[in-house]
């Protein structure tokens, strides 16, 4: 496996697993392609994002909800992240946020930024869309979701009128009020139904 014969995969796939290699290279033996990969992240030519998980290093680079994808394949791109992507919070956010049924974990290589993953429970795994980003599929929160999620990690806050102002939350014309219902229903919570009776009095 030369770099010139794993370039020509890595342009339609610029992020790739050991495992892809290996499919790609079905003669080569996976010590030698686990050697090749070091050396050529050893040498400027990809990027570790995390084990087993490389991009090739050359402009321009994927989008980082692409990388986020590739991070963790059953995470899907909410809260923080799809609230400011859909103009409800001004606050740009520090790291591109995931809801994942794994554990918690960051991660934050040399390019595309920093990723969170947040744990929540499979049963709230719903709500979203699947968006294509070249050869890349990236599932995505619908804003109404993202919010949910939002409230979901901060179920316990004592204040909801002073958190939500905190937030300056901005609802757009194309919100769907039926779906957020649906979907608080869907959440079982009697922590996240305050703050969806809260977004109800003051916002719809």
């Known amino acids: 496996m030369t770099f010139l014969q794993l370039n020509e995969y890595a342009r339609t796939w610029p992020i790739f697993t050991v495992q892809d290699c290996v ?17 050529y992240t050893a040498s400027g030519l990809l ?45 740009i956010p520090f790291a591109t946020t ?12 040399s390019v595309g930024g920093s990723f969170v993953f947040r744990h929540i429970k499979p049963p709230l795994l719903f709500g979203f869309s699947v968006e294509r980003y070249a050869s890349y599929s990236v599932k ?36 769907s009020w039926k779906n957020f219902y649906a979907y608080t229903e869907l959440f079982a919570s009697t922590q996240v139904t305050k703050f969806a009776q809260y977004m109800k009095k003051h916002y719809s």
């Open 47 to 91: 990027v570790r994002l995390r084990r087993g998980l490389y991009l090739l290093n050359r402009e321009p680079y994927p989008d980082s909800f692409v990388i986020a994808s590739r991070l963790d394949p059953s995470a899907i791109i909410s809260v923080e992240t799809v609230l400011h992507r859909a103009g409800m919070i001004p606050e």
């Open 23 to 39: 499919k790609w290279f079905p003669s080569a033996r996976r010590k030698a392609i686990l050697l090749n990969l070091t050396r």
């Open 98 to 109: 995931s809801v994942t049924p794994a554990i918690t974990a960051r991660y934050h290589p």
């Open 140 to 175: 995505i929160a619908h804003p109404e979701k993202a919010l949910l999620d939002l409230f979901w990690f901060h179920r316990f806050e004592r204040d909801i009128a002073a958190y939500c102002n905190e937030l300056r939350i901005d609802i757009p014309v194309n919100f």
